[in-house]
């Protein structure tokens, strides 16, 4: 590693209208280095990192870069320098294909001014085989999924040949084998000397790929640490600034009744004959690698999405489900992976994204009891711990964690009787973590129905009392007890047994 400072922070401030979100922040990251960047959430990252890249500006402070002070007006300034982005949140164009977002705004053009596309696809092309995807360049963004989408946004980063590249968690939604991809080009990065901020809740692979750690809490920077030095309690107390135990809440010791059983259901080309049962009682797992089809079996029984056949029985009545609001009548409610597209609505504020699934239930005649609003969404503002001045708050201003978990208070506030939540601890921080898994499980004690899509092992592993693996739009084992474990699980979801 080369000792020089690629970028040097100094007291760098900013507050929002009821938030002091960073205050007096310093630290350097050098040359080559992968530098990781944690906290709780809310704790400030997402907002020091689009300070570093010219989305925001700081109130105070200063920016250093290869020893050159740099203010940044906007995210042209940054990409200037040689500093790139990707975002927490996707943010693509869904309708453009994955070249013309990759290149969008400096679209290659030939002599005649016209977009001179088989340059743009040869180079999309090129970026996409050292990820080692498959993908051709003129698929469509609304035709990849969330994983995919995550790839084209960090190789849009790296197509600017930065010197920094700032990553915000960016394997939340990737694979194992996407992530170990990630990670080569993360290698081949630092050897060329590009240095590179690396924001992630998963502690276990800042300590495989990052080389120091620097902390924040509540918009405080606490100190950076070389990796070697620290185990991953030690970081998590430092973050949290307390010792805290991460445990899983214990598993059900009693069934009851079927609940929800799903007989044969398909849809042609995605997803063929899914049968399954749950029981009250019981938290129910799916798993798998990311593409086997779990999210669509899910929104095809929500009725979210068409199925060609099959039935659908509430404890033991059949019951039709034709379109999502028959599924919410039926109390069925399904929480989406893709929070920002399908989740919330960004430009609303907190308590009417807690309400918008039971308005009904709040309206007076034909006008909503604004005082029941502002109760039932302060109530689960408390429950879940979301970390804003006020329900009032634009759900878009609110960090990555906390909005998950408006969604969540969202789904909870419907009372639902059957509770499918896809991927539930994205981007949630260990603290967190404990306690949506121990609500899950509180929520099944009372006797509601939780059905949990998880591509994390080690959450299946820690909270299901029976997991569902598919591949490939079959079920290809249910596993229960001692079968609870890697080996298995991973065997059905490759489909070698
Ligand atoms: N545009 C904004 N307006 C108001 N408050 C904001 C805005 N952006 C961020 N905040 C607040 O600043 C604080 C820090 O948020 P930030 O997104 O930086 O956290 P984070 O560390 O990235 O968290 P997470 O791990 O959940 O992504 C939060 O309290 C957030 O609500
Ligand atoms: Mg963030």
Known sequence: MDNKARLKLEHITKEFPGTKALSNVG????????????????????????????????????MFFDGVEIVHHSTLDAQKVGIGLVHQELSLCSHLNIGENIFLGRLPKNMLGVIDYEKLYFESKKLLEMFNSDLAPTEKISDLNVAQRQMVEILKALSYNCKLLILDEPTSSLTDRETKELFKIIRQLKDKGTSII????????????????????????????????????????????????????????????????????TSKGIFENINFSLYQGEILGFSGLVGAGRTE??????????????????????????????????????????????????????????????????????TLDAKKEEDLSSEYVKILDIKTPSVNQECGSLSGGNQQKVLFAKWLAAKPKILIVDEPTRGIDVNVKTEIYKLLRKLSNDGIGVIVITSELPEAIGICDRVVVMHEGVITGIVQGEQINEQCIMKYAANVC
């Open 27 to 62: 630290f350097d990251v050098m040359k080559g280095e992968v530098h990781a960047l944690v906290g709780e959430n809310g704790a400030g990252k997402s907002t020091l990192v689009s300070i570093i890249a010219g989305v925001q500006q700081p109130d105070e402070g200063q």
């Open 198 to 265: 690396y924001i992630s809740h998963r502690l276990a692979e800042i300590q495989e790929i990052c080389d120091r750690i620097s902390v924040l809490r509540d918009g405080h920077y606490i100190k950076t640490v070389n990796v070697k030095d620290v185990d991953v309690n030690q970081v998590v107390n430092m973050m949290v600034g307390r010792n805290i135990e991460f445990l899983y809440p214990p598993k059900s010791t009693q069934v009851a009744e079927e609940l929800l059983r799903v007989e044969n259901v």
């Open 297 to 366: 079996v899910m929104k095809a029984i929500c009725g979210i999405d068409k199925k060609n056949k099959g039935e659908i029985y509430f404890k033991k009545n059949k019951i039709e489900i034709k379109d999502y609001k028959q599924a919410i009548e039926h109390g069925i409610v399904y929480m989406t992976e893709d929070r920002k597209h399908e989740g919330l609505f960004l430009h609303m504020n907190i308590k009417h994204n807690i309400t918008a699934a039971v308005l009904r239930k709040l309206s007076k005649s034909i």
